[in-house]
């Protein structure tokens, strides 16, 4: 009888204890569907119930797991590159677009188009082993900080979709990353920032060699496009990555519609796995930012007018999260 | 007492249990190296510890995992696609090399050199969607019978190297293939067959789309290649794809000396890492196949001439294993 009593005791703090695994999420229809859907999927014997090894969760990252306003990270990143490696190119100071962006004029940068980001971006992820690479973007992560949020960058992560990733993997899935981001780059702190290991991310990727050098293996980072993991890539890049349709998509853009779709839709009338769709919509200018349909950074239209007849869940920053970043 | 009689008797059946991991391998130097280097790596506190997370294995698999003589398999594949094909296209009785494919004339085939193999492999793998494709491939490898070996090809897979998949995943290593073969003809068969899962596949891709038809997703597979994941492609299908250097690397021919130097080879005077090359050489004529400098299907020549001043094993089939193939 004693043991009952303890037993029953232990089992009442374990349930409270258990209560909330996603604490930051306000109660409501959105955090409700979330629950909803993970108990549907993980409840042996259940209608909805899928084995664990078919559990994918893919979750893109700028403006999704962490900010992206007022430009992507990466972008700074290789424009602080550039501003860092000037002084062994002084013929940067008369060659666009090097020039624009040593003078800090972004906008000029901006309307020279996706080549002149293409040229910036090579300066700071090409011609150099991975190694190096690596060196570069772990310092820069190390110290950077957001100029309007006032915190790293790797801090201006979302504090509610680390609970989503951490729950998401107690409940026996695997999470991966899905972004249009520089593979590379999102590898040197995705496994520290959200537990997603370098397997676990796909991105865009610019092609790499292999060869020994002084008798020592490296890869060399060559400035050659690979492969855009971006809107019709996405589902692309699950495929061959991955290689399994995800049961859960995340976004925040028209770059993730291709992704929900691929996720969402079902196959023909005998599928009725269930699979969720998320968007994340950035409606708190007060906590973070507020944008969608206009702006040139997370665009988010065409995948929110889709939303409703897809079945995705919508999220509303502003009215859904408690809390926006870690303490 | 009673309990701690019992707990004793318990503690004394397990051990003997878990005794031999790999009981189709053969007491020895090889086995007793891998048994070594997997305690090294495992042991909390000892010299060569290594976390989880950093437990990466990688495989080839034609010759490595399952047998590649006296034609890859994926080529057999190939060509009864063509032939269950023919029908339909009419023109091939009089085109090359699908002429000489369907006179049986293989000799002709190899004759015409590498564009024609390419040819015949696009028939089977590409202008499909990739749910056709896995179709078409699932009923091949579910009747197709090994014309030596007597068996489906999917039970030439080598028991010795299923103990130690088993071996490595029980002590925390993630393990992958990384073939040269085609990424998608090996998740088809491979999580039933090695229990390795789609995502933990690398290996030689053709392009892929996406699109929406009648408002159902599909990926359509291209007839263009994309990535040849074999020799100094293999190091680079690493970086791209599990982006961690493995802990070991199992290969059996020329095609994985690059995989085998680019994790066992120390970066730098500080790397002293525990990490093991195995190369599995086709020593058993009686039972399977022996083969090594002179062939063209899996030729082995300046690896095993590496393998020594590299410190890889070398697993001499004919005398490390005790069974080749699963009952």
Redesign the interface.
């Known amino acids: 009888m004693r043991i009952l009593l303890i037993a029953a005791l232990f089992s009442c703090s374990t349930t409270a204890l258990a209560a909330d695994p996603l604490p930051s999420w306000n109660d409501g229809d959105t955090k409700a569907a979330i629950l909803d859907f993970v108990e549907a999927v993980t409840t042996e014997g259940g209608p909805g119930f899928v084995p664990i090894?078919e559990r994918?969760a893919t979750f893109d990252n700028d403006g999704c797991l962490w900010a992206e306003q007022p430009a992507y990270f990466q972008l700074a990143f290789s424009i602080d590159r550039v501003k860092a490696l000037a002084d062994d190119h002084p013929e940067w100071k008369t060659t666009e677009p090097f020039k624009s962006v040593l003078a800090d004029d972004l906008k000029a940068v901006a309307g020279q188009g996706m080549k002149a980001v293409a040229q910036i971006a090579m300066v700071a992820h090409a011609d150099m082993t991975?190694?190096e690479f690596e060196a570069s973007a772990r310092d820069w992560l190390n110290t950077a900080v957001h100029p309007k949020l006032g915190r790293r960058y790797v801090d201006c992560v979302y504090q509610p979709q680390l609970e989503l990733l951490s729950y998401l993997r107690a409940n026996g899935f695997?999470t991966?990353i899905v972004s249009g981001g520089g593979?590379?780059f999102l590898?040197v702190f995705a496994?520290e920032a959200y537990g997603i290991?370098?397997?676990?991310?796909v991105g865009t990727?610019i092609k790499?060699?292999?060869?020994?050098r002084d008798?020592?293996?490296v890869?060399i980072k060559q400035p050659e496009l690979?492969f855009v993991d971006d809107k019709?890539?996405?589902?692309?890049g699950i495929?061959?990555?991955?290689?399994?349709r995800p049961l859960l998509a995340c976004g925040n853009s028209d770059g993730d519609l291709?992704m929900l779709?691929?996720t969402t839709?079902?196959?023909?009338e005998e599928d009725d796995t269930p699979r969720l769709g998320i968007l994340l919509h950035h409606t708190d200018a007060d906590r973070e930012f507020a944008y969608d349909r206009e702006s040139s950074v997370g665009r988010l239209d065409v995948a929110l007018d889709e939303a409703s007849s897809r079945g995705w869940i919508v999220i509303d920053m502003a009215q859904d999260w408690a809390t926006i970043f870690p303490e």
Chains 1, 2 share one sequence.
């Open positions: 090894a994918i991975a190694d695997k991966f593979i590379d590898r496994e290991p370098p397997e676990q991310v990727s790499a060699t292999y060869e020994l008798g020592v293996p890869i690979d019709a890539g996405k589902p692309v495929y061959q990555h991955i290689g399994r291709q779709q691929y839709i079902p196959r023909n």
